[in-house]
Structure formats: structure tokens, C-alpha cells
């Protein structure tokens, strides 16, 4: 076990785990911020991607010793209130079906949309086709970006 | 035809404690007995508060389907509450709110009369009491958003200021209940109600619950299926910090199919290592002898000796003599539901009971199962249903809860279990393999006179009852009861034995019918040169009803949403370019009717699914954008299925473990969609799984237009 500071959501935290315990289950079990959710483990399905130093990260594969140090935003920080135009462009999309994995399409889409203000399809299938969604709401997530794009 | 197929000592489980006629007849509470002392009770699904928020119980498991938003809609309508101060509770296990299985794309049709009545109840009792207020006759007033008006007098009252008053009325036994073209709530596009709480991060799911003094659970399960502990050694997982016990897991029939060994800890990440440190050796016996060749091999001579299950007309006499036969073998393997939040439960089991915390579709299967392994009264177990990260039939099954339970009483404390996708992956109920041989017999006049099907599966009923007197009930959907106007039609099953459970996966046995039906009707019209879309409505003479009670078959409905897809997507006019292909599909499941056209592309000898045209009818349209939701969502889930998944079994396990091996469709492969909701004052019908059946034929046929070549086997293996 080792002693760990976490720059999460703007908030410095002090937490003791072991080094090689991934990002996400400090972030669940240790912190309470359940929004990020397990999906796979592997990184396969972006169930779990958070913001570190700005870049989309998985965070099931991702160990805490990795990021310590890093400023790290999950969904809780993007507003608390719905007010980011990627959270108000998803609602006013309907996107959600069960809802599981969109906190993961919606970190991903933040750093798309920083990236590349006005993406293209193409952009937008090479920044999002590393999240899966069982319930078949791509067609929606493109289209909550393309209107998040036309906000921002 | 069984809307809800489930076995029938399960169906028996599930609906002993199901009471029908649950609103009228009811008091409404006197003052002083409930929490709120001044709140309107209608039933168990309404309170209205002296606030004047109107509480609506949904009583069904939301999964994704949007019932949470739905089905408080039908409340407000006949209530004429302002929508904005609508709210919902979700509802724990409790008799008295009735059937609470999700399934069956059940929840709107089975809910649909009584919470109208329900709804209907309380308007009437409001008005009641505000017409004692204005010394009016109540059938004179009017009611919008939450006020009454006197139209004479032109006085308001609000339900806030009438709840206490029609609090102390009889809930009336008889209400009136809208016309269609009085709605104003319903068939409008209404935002999901859980929206605002997805996006922030704020919905809880089963993984999300923690209770004070909660440990978290791994488990690790044999790999083949009823292996049992034949060696253990837990010396290296206890001495992972953080683990606290190991706990041996012992199978209960198909309630619980997996025997396993616990590791409990103080976190998630210590449960998994500790697991991870566990030394197993597993003994499952003869099981081990199964595998993907062996069913296949199985599958392939058994279905030459199918039985005769249906038979309408002379099947074997038509197809003595006919003027021309076409034959055709389909195979389809067996599959993972796949669901994004991996299997969890929390459960804190004490000396007093159990209370569970978990995403079901059905609760009262938690309860009686939990009550029955724990020897519990119904009563001692509380079944608290979370948002469910997806659930597609795999969350009907309470092994997942049954588990929870067993280790927190083992251990004296709350506990969480969470499933790894590997676990998900390997421990699933699967959707049944099958292999099916059809046969059609045309005349010399070129008309289709005779079909026969023949098919082989482990069936889902033989798992759950191997005594089952019907094994083939949840595969024959479609059927026996195919709806097309052809002389003779007959279905033969045989039951192929296999140790893989199964269970039922979205639109269940129309996944893979619609797929034979539609593939092999296709292959029918390009072999005695008729147009695929013009020889379905010619099996579809207008008019033609079958089946008796409130949801018969009817051929136009099913007409109906085959012209539309064939006018909207172009049918009959040129290809949209070089190397695209068109295929059609229809189907009639649960209860509702489903035409798609699919269009195809081929680049490098890979084939891109470009768009889907589908129209849809399930009678009365009660969220029309939720209803396209489904229809699409229903869509991946079949093109996914159909361009990729496949579970295949060796040494009695299944081999696949995560997303990499058992990929799902993704963003850059997603087609464009287009849904056309059929308008319709008829009752609502299904709407979570009728969008999936026609996706794979369709798409097969689309494939066959443009390469010529039949993909009779699913998934699609182009090379």
C-alpha cells in the first residue's frame, strides 16, 4: 500500500492503495464517484475514460500510480448541473437509452470536441469508436456532438 | 402464441404472485395512517401530494427501454397533471404492485389499461372534491395541467389544494377512460425523465449502491459449465491485503447454475486479486466432452429426424408431387446477451431476512428464489431495483442475486458482487444454437403451395424443465404461427441435449426465425423470379385475421409497414451506386408488425451496412421518440449480432472471454436508420424487440443482391 495524491475535478485527495490499482476502482470504491463505470477491464469498451491532462483515458487499465499528479476530470466535474454543451447536446438528443456507458461516450466526445471544434464524421469515428454501446445509440451520439460543436 | 415464454414451472414462479385488478376497489387511505398524512392514494402507482407533485410507482425494471418515462406518461394523460411536476418511485418487490417481470416487450401493453384506469380513478376524485368546493356539478368541470376550473364560475383549484379533500373519497369502480383524440400527452415526443441524472453521473445502478459496513465479492466460477471444487487452495488469495474471506458457492439448480469460489474483501481490486490468486481445480465431468463441433455435428443429424410439431394442411402430401423444390440449411450459434454494466448484486443478509439491491428485470424471481435458498418468508425479502446498465433478457435470471445472497450470509455482512466481463461472457444463459433445414414446394403455376421447416436446438424450455412437455415453446414463435397464407405449412423440432444454459435473448426465438423465414422467402422469390417484397404481400391477403382475443394477427397491418418500407427506401428503382444491394425483411413479433429495407455496400470484399429503412406498428404510439430509440437500438443489436458475435464452446466452457473475441458493432460501422412509426389508435403493443428479427435477413438478402452470393449461416463469414 502506498499513500497517493489525486488531482480529481479540481480537488487535491490523499488516498492509500495499493500502486497498481486501477484508476477507476479508487475512483468508485475509495473517492464515491460512481458516474465512470466498469465495463470490461481491458479498455476495450470505454465504459470507464476520464479526462487526465486533457487527454480521454481508460481508467480500468490505467493504475492510479499512473496519474498521480495528473489533473483528472470524470463526469462529476464537467458540471454538476447539466450546463456542459456535450451533457445539454446529449439530453436535448435524447441520447440515453439505459444510460450505462454514456458517461464514458460523453468524456470521450469532450476531449473530441477539444480537439477538433467542428469534427467531421470521420473525427468522430476515429475519437469514439473505442466506446462501446449495447443499446445502439451511435446514430444519436453523432448527432449530440455535431450539436454540441455548433454551441461551443 | 406466448408472449412471455418462460417455462412453465418459472412462468409459474413468476406469476403465482401476480394479482390482477390492482387500482379500483382500493380506499384511499384515511387521514393519518401513512407517512403523508394529506396525500391522495389511487392504488398502489399514484400519491398526490398536498404540494400538488403527482408520484408515479413504475413497477417495472427500466433496462433501457424508457418505462420510466412511459409509463408515468399514461398517468398524467388521464389524470391531466402537469407534466413538469410529475415524478416517479421506482417500485421494490411488493405483491401488491402486481406482475413486475420486465420481458416480452411487455411493460407498455400489460400496463397501458390499468394505470389509465388508475389515472382516470383519481381525476375523477379530484374533480369530486372540487366540485363539493364550488358547488358544481363535477361533470361541468374541466381540468389542464393540475387545475380544476369551474367554467360557470371561472374558480381554479389546484391538486395541491384538492388532494386532502379527495383523499377521504372511495376510489370510484368505474371510470371513463379518453378517446385517443383527446390525448395531449401522449404520442408526443417527451425527454427521458432520467436524462438529466445520466449525464451527470448521478443515476444509480446495482454497481453503484453501497450500504454502511458493505464488503465487495469476486467469484471465481468453473469455466465448463456444472464443473464442481475438486481441490482448493485459498493460501495465496487470503494473503492479499484486503481479503478478508473465501467462500465456496454451491449451485441451486438453474436458479443458480454455477458453483464458485468467493473471494471477500474490503475493495472491489482486492476481491479481483485475491480471485486471481485462488488455486482451483474443477471437476465437470462428462460436460467437458461438449464443444462447438460436437453440437454442430449433433445438430446437423438430429434435425433429419425433427418431429412433427405443427402440421396445417398435408405438408408431406404437398411435398410428394410438387412442380419444382427448393431446399435450404440455416445455422445459427449459440450467443451472449453482452450487456454494458457487468453482472452485479448487493445484499446484506441478517437473522431477520435479506434486502437485495440489484438491476432485475424480475424482482419477484429474486424474492422467491432468495426466500427459497435462505428459508425465508416472501415478506423477509426486500428487492430493491436499480436502473439497469442493459438487460436484454440476461437480467431476468436471479443467479446473480442468488450469489450475493449466499456470500453475505456466509460471511455475516453486506456484500457487493461484481462480475467481471469475463465472467459475463462465460456464465451467460445464452440465445440457443440452432440448425434448420426448410423446404418449399411451388406448383406448376409458379405458387408457393407448401413449406416445411425442420429444426434442431437445445431449447430454452429443456434447460429450466428437462420433463418440459413443450421443449420447442420458446423456440417455435413464428412458426407455427407463420402467418402467411400458403396451403400447407409444416414444423418439425427435435431437441438437441447440450450443457450450455440458455435463456432468452432480445426478441428471443425471432431473432432466429425471422432470419430462416425471411432468408429462405427471398431465396424463393429470386428461384421462381418474383420480386421478394411482391411475393410477401401476395402471402398477405388484406384482410386476412388470425388468431382470436385482443391482438390478433391482422395481413394489413403487416402490408401496411412492408409498403412503407418499400416506397420509402426507393424498392424497384436503380441501386444507389455501384457495388450497393438491397434486401427486405418483415415480421410480426410481440404483438407488433415490422418491415425493414437494408442497403448495403461492398469495398474490398467487406461488406458496409449503409442504412436501414423500417417501419414499425405497435398501436398507439405513447413516446413516438422513444419508440424510435428502441427500434434503433433494436437494430445494432441484431446487425451486431448478425455481422459479428458468436460464442463457441470447448472442453464444455465457452471460449470467448471480453469484447475482443466477442466484438460488438461500433460507431465507424453504423448505418444511417430511419424509423416510420405506423399512426394507430390500437392498443400499444411491443416495441423493445419487434425492430430487431428483420435486421439480419435483410441485410443477407442486401448481401445476396449485390454479390450474388446466400450467407446462410450467421454470423456473416463473407470469405
Known amino acids: 500500500m502506498a499513500d497517493i495524491r489525486l488531482n480529481v475535478n479540481g480537488k487535491v485527495k490523499a488516498i492509500t492503495a495499493s500502486p497498481d490499482t486501477p484508476l477507476l476502482w479508487v475512483l468508485r470504491d475509495e473517492l464515491a464517484l460512481t458516474g465512470t463505470k466498469f465495463g470490461c477491464g481491458m479498455g476495450l469498451c470505454g465504459a470507464c475514460t476520464v479526462i487526465a491532462n486533457g487527454e480521454a483515458i481508460r481508467s480500468c487499465s490505467t493504475t492510479v500510480a499512473e496519474v498521480s499528479g495528473q489533473k483528472i476530470t470524470t463526469i462529476e466535474g464537467l458540471s454538476a448541473d447539466a450546463s456542459h454543451p456535450v451533457q445539454k447536446a446529449w439530453m436535448a438528443e435524447n441520447v440515453a437509452q439505459c444510460g450505462y456507458c454514456q458517461a464514458g461516450q460523453i468524456m470521450s466526445a469532450v476531449v473530441l470536441l477539444a480537439k477538433h471544434p467542428n469534427p467531421t464524421d470521420e473525427d468522430i469515428n476515429e475519437a469514439m469508436s473505442g466506446n462501446l454501446c449495447r443499446c445502439g445509440t451511435y446514430n444519436r451520439i453523432r448527432g449530440a456532438i455535431h450539436r454540441a460543436a455548433e454551441e461551443v | 402464441m406466448a408472449i412471455i415464454k418462460v417455462s412453465r414451472r418459472d412462468f409459474v414462479k413468476i406469476s403465482s404472485t401476480a394479482s390482477a385488478g390492482l387500482i379500483l376497489g382500493v380506499s384511499a387511505p384515511a387521514l393519518g395512517q401513512k407517512k403523508k398524512p394529506t396525500v391522495l392514494e389511487v392504488g398502489p402507482f399514484i400519491e398526490i401530494g398536498t404540494d400538488g407533485l403527482v408520484t408515479v410507482w413504475v413497477t417495472k425494471s427500466d433496462m433501457g427501454q424508457g418505462v420510466r418515462t412511459a409509463l408515468p406518461m399514461i398517468v398524467a394523460e388521464e389524470l391531466d397533471a402537469d407534466w413538469s411536476r410529475v415524478r416517479i418511485r421506482q417500485a421494490h418487490y411488493d405483491r401488491k404492485f402486481g406482475a413486475m417481470g420486465t420481458g416480452g416487450s411487455g411493460s407498455i401493453r400489460s400496463m397501458w389499461k390499468p394505470l ?284 446473480f442475486a442468488l450469489e450475493a445472497a449466499l456470500v453475505s450470509k456466509a460471511v455475516g455482512a453486506p456484500v457487493k458482487v461484481t462480475w467481471t466481463r469475463e465472467d459475463d461472457m462465460q456464465h451467460d444463459f445464452y440465445r440457443p444454437a440452432s440448425h434448420h433445414h426448410v423446404r418449399a414446394g411451388i406448383d406448376k403455376d409458379n405458387k408457393l403451395v407448401a413449406w416445411h421447416h425442420r429444426f434442431a436446438a437445445p431449447s430454452i424450455s429443456a434447460y429450466f424443465d428437462s420433463k418440459s412437455r413443450k421443449p420447442w415453446d420458446s423456440e417455435s414463435g413464428g412458426l407455427d404461427d407463420l402467418p402467411y397464407a400458403i396451403e400447407n405449412i409444416g414444423v418439425d423440432f427435435a431437441l438437441v441435449p447440450s450443457v450450455v444454459p440458455r435463456g432468452w435473448w432480445r426478441s428471443v426465438e425471432h431473432s432466429i426465425n425471422s432470419f430462416v423465414i425471411n432468408s429462405f422467402l427471398d ?43 418499400r416506397d420509402q427506401s426507393g424498392w424497384g428503382g436503380a441501386r444507389a451506386g455501384e457495388g450497393r444491394g438491397r434486401g427486405f425483411a418483415a415480421q410480426w413479433s410481440f404483438l407488433s408488425y415490422a418491415a425493414q429495407v437494408a442497403e448495403v455496400s461492398m469495398k474490398d470484399g467487406e461488406v458496409q451496412v449503409e442504412r436501414i429503412i423500417c417501419a414499425v406498428d405497435c398501436g398507439t404510439p405513447v413516446n413516438p421518440d422513444g419508440i424510435r430509440a428502441q427500434v434503433e437500438g433494436a437494430i445494432v443489436y441484431g446487425l451486431s449480432a448478425a455481422l459479428h458475435e458468436e460464442i463457441t464452446i470447448e472442453g464444455g466452457a465457452v471460449q470467448q472471454t471480453n469484447f475482443h473475441d466477442f466484438p460488438l458493432l461500433r460507431i465507424n460501422e453504423m448505418p444511417k436508420v430511419e424509423v416510420h412509426i405506423v399512426p394507430s389508435n390500437a392498443a400499444p403493443t411491443g416495441v423493445g424487440e419487434p425492430g430487431l428479427p428483420p435486421v439480419a435477413p435483410a441485410v443477407a438478402n442486401a448481401i445476396f443482391d449485390v454479390t450474388g452470393k446466400r450467407l446462410r449461416s450467421l454470423p456473416f463469414k463473407l470469405t
Open chain 2, 116 to 399: 389509465r384506469q388508475a389515472g382516470a380513478a383519481a381525476r375523477s376524485m379530484l374533480l369530486t372534491a372540487a366540485a363539493a368546493k364550488f358547488g358544481a356539478d363535477a361533470a361541468t368541470l374541466t381540468v389542464k395541467d393540475g387545475v380544476v376550473t369551474d367554467p360557470k364560475s371561472k374558480r381554479t383549484l389546484t391538486f395541491a389544494r384538492l388532494a386532502e379533500p379527495a383523499s377521504k373519497l372511495e376510489v370510484p369502480k368505474d371510470v371513463k377512460l379518453k378517446e385517443n383524440a383527446d390525448f395531449k400527452l401522449i404520442g408526443k415526443k417527451v425527454d427521458r425523465i432520467d436524462n438529466r441524472d445520466i449525464v451527470t453521473g448521478k443515476a444509480k445502478y446495482g454497481l453503484d449502491v453501497r450500504v454502511p459496513g458493505m464488503l465487495y465479492a469476486s467469484i471465481l466460477r468453473s469455466p465448463a459449465f456444472g464443473g464442481k471444487v475438486a481441490r482448493l487452495d485459498d493460501t495465496k488469495a487470503k494473503s492479499v491485503p484486503g481479503v478478508r474471506h473465501v467462500v465456496k458457492i454451491d449451485s441451486i439448480g438453474t436458479d443458480l447454475p454455477w458453483n464458485g469460489v468467493a473471494v471477500v474483501a474490503d475493495s472491489t481490486w482486492a476481491a479481483m486479486k485475491g480471485r486471481e490468486a485462488l488455486d482451483v481445480t474443477w471437476d465437470a465431468g462428462a460436460a467437458t466432452a461438449e464443444s462447438t463441433a460436437t453440437l454442430r455435428k449433433r445438430l446437423d443429424e438430429d434435425v433429419k429426424s425433427a418431429r412433427s410439431i405443427h402440421d396445417a394442411g398435408n405438408v408431406d402430401r404437398a411435398m410428394s408431387a410438387p412442380a419444382k423444390t427448393i431446399e435450404a440449411t440455416y445455422e445459427l450459434p449459440y450467443l451472449a446477451h453482452a450487456t454494458m454494466e457487468p453482472l452485479n448484486a448487493v445484499a446484506s443478509v441478517t437473522a431477520n431476512g435479506a434486502e437485495l439491491w440489484l438491476g432485475t428485470q424480475f424482482p419477484n424471481w429474486v424474492n422467491s428464489s432468495v426466500a427459497d435458498a435462505l428459508k425465508l418468508k416472501s415478506e423477509q425479502v426486500k428487492v430493491n431495483v436499480m436502473m439497469l446498465g442493459g438487460g436484454f433478457g440476461r437480467r431476468a435470471n436471479p443467479d
Open chain 2, 523 to 565: 431465396e424463393i422469390a429470386r428461384e421462381t423470379g418474383r420480386d421478394p417484397i411482391e411475393l410477401q404481400l401476395s402471402l398477405l391477403p388484406a384482410g386476412k385475421k388470425m388468431g382470436t382475443g385482443d391482438f390478433p394477427f391482422e395481413a394489413d397491418r403487416l402490408r401496411r409497414v412492408i409498403e412503407i418500407v
